[in-house]
């Protein structure tokens, strides 16, 4: 798989943030204007406050004293401050207020575990620039977007909410989150465990790094969804890049091709098809993961079963080149044009332009360097290689900076974290990114629950009349493991403390 | 406690490199010669090889990729590639091959527990000096000699070893250190467990920060060592205070003080008088570091119990003010003189003059903020209040940074970190740094052991005819617990291989 195809795969995964209807780059790299206009409102209006502590831009170094604001978010409708809790969202790569509301999972717990909720934004997305509008500027200035610094800056706030906020000194805080973020949350019980007394990583894919899994896995869980979504649907895409290549060779194959999928801007060179083929599989990758059970706007609007829509279109593998390229116009259409409202299709727009891609990007350029492959064989795609001197190399272009491919696993500790207690990773068989995720219990209190109907943490999303029973368990689990950290920890206050609780 | 004693009293702490005869400063900031003729040599010459690694000079950040060479150590004379270990030394602040010639336990214990030894060197000491002669130029070169990129150090060093040495791969490694390297050593199993098994943590005082333990502690324990060595010894010694203030007064009184305590360079003003009392503090600070049983040499050559013949001079407070400080002398002259060589004592010359001296100042201005106090009452020194802003900014005076109080706590868990495992404490009761150590076990693998005869982690040094029981009861369990870790690592290699060992 090609250089640019990896780094857009990195940033759908990753950049949720672009749902928002003002791009937050824009927001950020201009003004700074806090934008509270969201595309998506739950149906419930969610009541927080939006807060801001002053962190320093580097944890790790004293040569500077800089700090910057990072911002946060705080619910406490149903918190008790007598046997209560604190739910911590590990912010990852784009805007708190977007993941706010696409965690519901939180909010519907909150009353059962007595829990104030905070959600945490990551450095260099949303508001929180350590550098304002010059923190993208270059390496320079990027020097402290790691996951370590993010980590610390989430120690740091934690303390300081129980310093400050009466009641939540002697309260348990849980760590919780989705994707990057559901691997921070395990990361972060895992470093900070006299901070957080257990984390409930969702779709965490911890060892999609150096060669823990094969690095084809990811897009071998794509086609098994849309293998499984209908007949013959992963052969018609696969079947389609050798289409499309016969297409463009053809006389008038571009402005046919740009004419059939409705393209804004029409294909001009080869250069273009490889465009155009990477951002149709970035179209399936984003479909596996927001593969939910109901209408949903996750990363578009989107239908109930998004890829059984899909795969409709997609039943007869053995037509003309461009019937089949017809088809995979109605499929895609799906996704970008639910709403019935777009006249043509854009591939130069990903779901991804955010200022969250600009992070990520960075991210995985430097840390999270995920090797992804296919071979057309065990996948519905084009044969692609992972080459980690090109993906390097692409990374000096674009940031000035190289991956350092074994850090994440020197640091996080890889496949070898049986010593750690107390996180729960959960994962939908769906999600193409379980592959890389915990699918396994590893002790009786590193516990893997696994969600065959889920796709991207599905079970932090807010309940739903079509969520699949699968899902339901879940999130009964997670909440009676929850509940059960809470309970050791004030039995162990109490102990300390020469009292006993019966809490929780 | 003025600023200018406290940094003192750290230094005496970290930086025993002073023992070597040409101070690593200077070879450092010259030439970074090699030098490898010491002062202090084991009877029995030890053998070892020396290597280096290139390491990143920033772990952190991606901004610069320069790398520089660690140096480290290792003797593989004992190691047995069938079922032995790996025994890691996690360098502190001060020449890796002092250390190793000082750390006779591991030697000691190689045979029986298999083990290959490994010294690793610590960045910014001896010559793992990541910018070579420019690297204490000031704060931005400074700015990587945190505890962080130390235990990355030894992280990624670890994995090298493993990596290139044959049947090394899988084999436990177990973290051993003494003081600040007891702590890196204990810190290091919290924070990579899945890279050491185990971690013995001699010396470590741990909750030495913040106001974990009353700041008082340490001058107290200092104190009790003098009271207990000779009748009132502590009582003669807080007596000297006032009579040095008295004498000093006196017209003719500071060149009779300098004559009768055979300065080197006469006292000119009242500056003068303060900086002879903190040296004398800190000779008394140092005598109870090194409180051995047996003639040593640590910091300086030593008669066995130290204090107890410095006491002989000290039996009686009550004698005038001029008889009082000729019996001081004699006392400082059991110290600064053991040899009988010495023509007069230097009180600009402190036994930490040397390259760690400049590297713990550093530390001890950024992470390793440590308070310290003295009240007159409960200790035989002058009252000192511990001044947080005066420190800071006499730090930022020093080195251009300020101090982080609380990141220590925030980072490694303060008191909190019960829920990590096989970590052995222990502390010589003698060592007045055991009022900030573990000195209660924390859970069943968080162990703690005392040694009421033990003065500076008298546990790591070699075996000797003159030492007391309590110390060879302490090494013994130390070994029973290592042998445990290493065969609970073989039991579970075993269940992952399928096949069951029986080693260790």
């Not at 059984?308 to 039943?315: A, D, E, M, T």
């Not at 109907?453 to 029973?469: E, K, Q, S, V, Y």
């Amino acid at each position: 798989m090609g250089r640019r195809s990896l780094l857009l795969l990195l940033l759908v995964f990753l950049t949720p943030g672009a749902a928002t209807p003002v791009p937050p780059a824009l927001r950020a790299l201009s003004s700074l204007h806090i934008s509270t206009s969201f595309k998506y409102r739950p149906t419930v209006a969610l009541e927080y406050s939006i807060h801001y502590i002053q962190q320093k831009v580097d944890h790790f170094g004293f040569n500077t004293d800089k700090t910057f604001k990072q911002r946060y978010l705080i619910a406490d409708r149903h918190w008790k401050k007598d046997g209560g809790s604190i739910l911590f969202y590990t912010g990852n790569e784009g805007d708190i207020i977007w993941f706010c509301n696409n965690t519901g999972f939180m909010w519907d717990v909150a009353e059962e575990l007595k829990a104030m909720l905070v959600f945490a934004e990551h450095r260099y997305y949303g508001e929180s620039l350590p550098f304002g509008s010059n923190s993208f500027k270059d390496s320079k200035h990027l020097n402290f977007l790691t996951s370590e610094q993010a980590l610390a800056d989430f120690a740091k706030l934690i303390k300081y909410l129980k310093r400050t906020i009466p009641g939540a000194k002697n309260q348990p805080v849980i760590a919780l989150g989705g994707s990057y973020g559901g691997m921070l949350a395990a990361w972060f019980r895992m470093k900070y465990p006299h901070i957080v007394v257990g984390a409930l990583a969702s779709s965490a894919p911890i060892w999609q790094f150096e060669n823990i899994v094969p690095c084809g896995v990811f897009m071998k869980a794509v086609t098994t969804d849309f293998r499984k979504s209908g007949p013959n649907c992963s052969e018609s895409i696969h079947r389609s890049w050798d289409a499309i290549s016969r297409l463009a060779k053809k006389g008038t194959g571009l402005r046919w091709l740009s004419e059939a999928l409705h393209l804004c801007t029409p294909l001009t060179n080869s250069q273009d098809v490889q465009h155009l083929k990477d951002w149709i599989s970035e179209t399936w990758v984003n479909l596996a993961m927001v593969d939910y059970p109901y209408e949903s706007n996750f990363l578009q609007p989107l239908p109930a079963w998004p890829i059984k829509v899909v795969c409709q279109y997609l039943k007869n593998p053995s037509v003309s080149d461009s019937l089949l390229l017809q088809n995979i116009f109605q499929a895609l259409n799906v996704y970008y044009n639910y709403s019935g409202q777009v006249r043509c299709l854009n591939i130069s727009e990903t779901a991804t332009s955010s200022l969250g891609a600009q992070g990520w990007s960075y991210q995985a350029c430097t840390e999270m360097v995920m090797p992804f492959c296919s071979n057309g064989i065990d996948d519905m795609f084009e044969p692609r290689s992972w080459n980690l001197k090109d993906y390097s190399d692409e990374c000096f272009k674009l940031w000035g900076v190289r991956p350092r491919p074994s850090w994440i696993t020197t640091m996080y500790g890889g496949k070898n974290i049986s010593s750690h207690t107390n996180i729960i990773f959960s994962n939908g068989e769906l999600d193409p990114w379980s592959g890389g995720g915990v699918t396994k219990n590893i002790t009786d209190t590193l516990v893997a629950i696994v969600i065959p109907d889920g796709a991207h943490h599905l079970d932090l999303r807010a309940n739903n009349a079509f969520d699949p029973t699968s899902v339901l368990l879940a999130r009964s689990l997670e909440v009676r493991h929850m509940k059960q950290w809470i309970k050791d920890f004030y039995a162990s206050l109490g102990k300390k403390h020469g009292i006993w609780w019966d809490k929780g």
